[in-house]
């Protein structure tokens, strides 16, 4: 939200998830199982974060493994899964299941409205639907206006601010300008709403090079960057890796297990694996290769899927 | 020509699109994704599809991923719009036609995608709605599909929870609530075809062949209507046939199906007349 001047913001992994506190509001970038900031959602739980407020469209693995690690109280995505592929998110459903986290469940269309309340500087923004849906009840805080002009009913949402938005980037530079490939999703929005800006990046690049390729998030609303390649494994960072089916299954039939199959995921890829180094190490080269090779065919790139 | 029972549906997808509509999907919709390219390839060539998690106008994809969030689902692409570019039009009124599914839908053609049981301790916590909840309200007509019809869970009398409206909730009536849509306009499922009649309630229009009028009556737990001219589906073209296998070599459409469905074939001639 405020503008971040400082000419070099070029940090660690540790540094950068540092950003994040204790019962932050956390705004997750990417959607689905793509570009999602993961390099940083290990981090946090390394550090033991908790109590977090995790905000975003459509995600999966990052909401899922941040709660299977009990560093969630809130969540208030539209959607958390794995789609027809893997089905329900484990940890998550577990967690609304048991009500160890509470759900508040929203719509990509809701959450975008308060991210532009937050930047217009605005106390509210009207939208049309919700109304009719039971998601109000999750939401207290929504109130019924009447427009001024035309005496229809509307619901009046408020800003969303999230404290800190972590972004995953295929590129950037060490002042924090950003290039992402589209489907942006939410990042921009993120971007302007969100008091900090923490970014991953594939590679630091020369700004020249982020120039070229288009400035997608600006320096000025960054706060830190780090350089981490397959910082979003095993989702996606076109044009460098399709995202890593077999590794989803792992995961997913890890969490659906619970017990010393979850801890031992955890163990072997996140808290046991101090570093990103150490995680792409246990992840396998031989494998994060084979990631990269979906630009040579689409025999290839099938492959991947299959 | 064979055929299976998860080819057929996607084609009836396919139809309730009409040429030179503007039409999207939500995510984890393998069925309605493959149908929306069926539809341009075949009959809507003037149709504007956008994509439903890449937001990608009228890609020509070489296969459709497992993940609805894939860059092989932008290529070809002329054009990719932003995640607000879409929301924004179908606030408008301009996008015509929507397709959603849900774990739990009603007879008013609401839909329950966020959890079965109460809310507070549900007894399955569904995925989400994505941005349903408030495109349902704007976008110019829903066509709902479910494959689960069969499991007599599905089709209910009351959703536990109401995530994306049809045409009447508790709430009130589409109009009584001010939305600028025109509500479900189908159902399509693995058992039948429903539109909806002037309460906003489904009907029975169209029966797959190997299924009876009592299978579809015992699935369905709320009152079934059933149409006076109920007929037989139609029997899938070769060219869309063609088309499915086309553009979805992977068969992800075939995840929506519970294995014994998917073991429901049928032949041009004898099950079906041949619409070739």
């Not at chain 1, 076109?238 to 619970?258: I, K, Q």
């Not at chain 2, 070809?76 to 996008?95: L, S």
């Amino acid at each position: 939200m405020p503008f971040h001047l400082d000419p070099d913001k070029l940090v660690d992994l540790e540094r950068a998830a540092g950003f994040v506190t204790d019962g932050a509001m956390v705004a997750l970038g990417g959607g689905l199982s793509a570009r999602l900031p993961m390099a940083l959602v290990r981090e946090l739980i390394r550090q033991g974060r908790r109590g977090l407020h995790v905000v975003g469209s459509a995600h999966g693995i990052d909401v899922d493994l941040l709660v299977a690690a009990g560093a969630v109280a809130v969540c208030e995505e539209s959607y958390v899964g794995f789609e027809q592929d893997l089905g329900l998110a484990p940890a998550y459903r577990r967690a609304a299941q048991e009500g160890t986290v509470e759900i508040r469940e929203s719509c990509c269309a809701t959450i975008l409205a308060q991210l532009r309340a937050a930047e217009f500087g605005l106390p509210f923004m009207p939208v049309r639907g919700v109304k009719g849906s039971d998601i109000r009840r999750l939401h207290p805080e929504y109130r019924e206006i009447t427009c001024p002009f035309t005496g229809e009913t509307l619901v009046a949402v408020p800003p969303l601010r999230p404290d800190v938005a972590l972004i995953h980037a295929p590129l950037g530079d060490r002042h924090g300008n950003l290039h992402l490939d589209q489907p942006y999703v939410l990042d921009e929005r993120f971007a302007a709403a969100a008091r900090n800006v923490v970014a991953t990046v594939e590679r630091v690049v020369s700004t020249e090079e982020v120039v070229r390729a288009g400035v997608t998030i600006p320096a000025h609303l960054v706060s830190a960057v780090a350089e981490v390649p397959y910082g979003a494994h095993p989702t996606s960072c076109y044009p460098a890796y399709a995202y890593d089916r077999p590794h989803l299954v792992e995961y997913t039939r890890a969490a659906a297990a619970g017990g010393t199959e979850l801890a031992r995921y955890l163990d072997r890829y996140v808290t046991g694996a101090p570093t990103e180094e150490a995680y792409r190490k246990a992840v396998g080269e031989d494998r994060l290769a084979k990631l990269t090779t979906w630009s040579a065919s689409t025999a290839a790139w099938k492959e991947l899927f299959a | 020509m064979s055929f299976s029972i998860d080819e057929w549906f996607v084609v009836l997808l396919a139809r309730t699109i009409r040429d030179r509509e503007v039409v999207f999907h939500g995510f984890g919709s393998p069925c309605a994704q493959v149908a929306m390219h069926v539809a341009r390839r075949t009959f809507a060539r003037d149709m504007l599809l956008i994509e439903g998690a890449t937001y990608a106008v009228n890609p020509e994809p070489p296969f459709i991923p497992p993940t609805g969030n894939d860059l092989s689902l932008q290529q070809g692409a002329r054009y990719r719009m932003r995640f607000e570019e879409f929301f924004d039009a179908a606030a408008r009124g301009d996008v015509d036609r929507m397709f959603l599914s849900g774990g739990q839908i009603d007879a008013y053609g609401n839909t329950n995608v966020t959890a079965i049981g109460p809310l507070d301790r549900p007894k399955v916590k569904l995925g989400g709605g994505g941005g349903g909840c408030n495109l349902a309200a704007t976008v110019r007509h829903l066509t709902l599909w479910t494959t689960r019809h069969r499991s007599g869970r599905t089709l209910v009398e009351r959703c536990d929870f109401i995530t994306d409206m049809g045409h009447r909730t508790p709430e009130g009536s589409r109009a009584e609530l001010g939305f600028t849509g025109g509500g479900p306009e189908w159902l399509v499922t693995e058992l039948g075809v429903f539109d909806y009649d002037a309460d906003g309630h489904a009907r029975l229009r169209r029966i797959f062949p190997d299924v009876s009028l009592d299978t579809v009556r015992a699935a369905t737990g709320f009152e079934l209507r059933v149409a006076g001219d109920l007929r037989p589906v139609d029997p899938p073209s070769s060219a869309e046939l063609a088309a499915v296998r086309t553009i979805d070599p992977l068969g992800v459409r075939r995840a929506e199906f519970s294995p014994e469905e998917l073991g429901r074939t049928f032949v041009h001639g004898t099950h079906a007349a041949c619409s070739c």
